[in-house]
């Protein structure tokens, strides 16, 4: 039950939100991310000055908005919130974001250390989507 007849503004803004997360996020933990990734930095994709991999951060990041937008009043008794919308992605994220993480990074052979970072880091844009949507949605 897709629906076009959402609050965009919101989606917009959780999307800029998150990003500017993932800059600060990233910036901060950089060093501990390549050492995590088992990687030289000229190795990591975007070590070149590609924007790519932002782009589709950013289109990822519209849909996990998007979706935290449709399931808000779905699963909360149709109150969108702060609480109700960050609760929802914080269940979004335990249920399929770290979840998949966990596994993919398991079989990958990637350190637990990786995990941390991109896990906290998702745990991170769901929140701060969350605050957003529900002060704007």
Known sequence: MLSLSVNW??????????????????????????????????????????????????ICQLVMAYFIVLLTPALMGGVTDVTNAVTVGIMLWAGFSLTTMVI????????????????????GVVIVQGIVIGLFG
Not at 38 to 50: I, P, R, T, V
Not at 104 to 123: A, P
Request: charge should be positive; aromatic fraction near 12%.
């Open 9 to 58: 503004l919101s989606i917009v803004l959780a999307t800029v939100a998150s990003m500017a997360l993932g800059m600060v996020w990233y910036m901060v933990l950089a060093k501990q991310w390549v050492a995590a990734t088992g990687k030289k930095e000229n190795e990591l994709l975007g070590s070149g000055g590609s924007a790519l991999p932002f782009v589709f951060a950013a």
């Open 104 to 123: 993919n990074h398991r079989y990958q052979n990637m350190s637990w250390m990786l995990t941390l970072i991109d896990g906290g880091y998702m745990l």
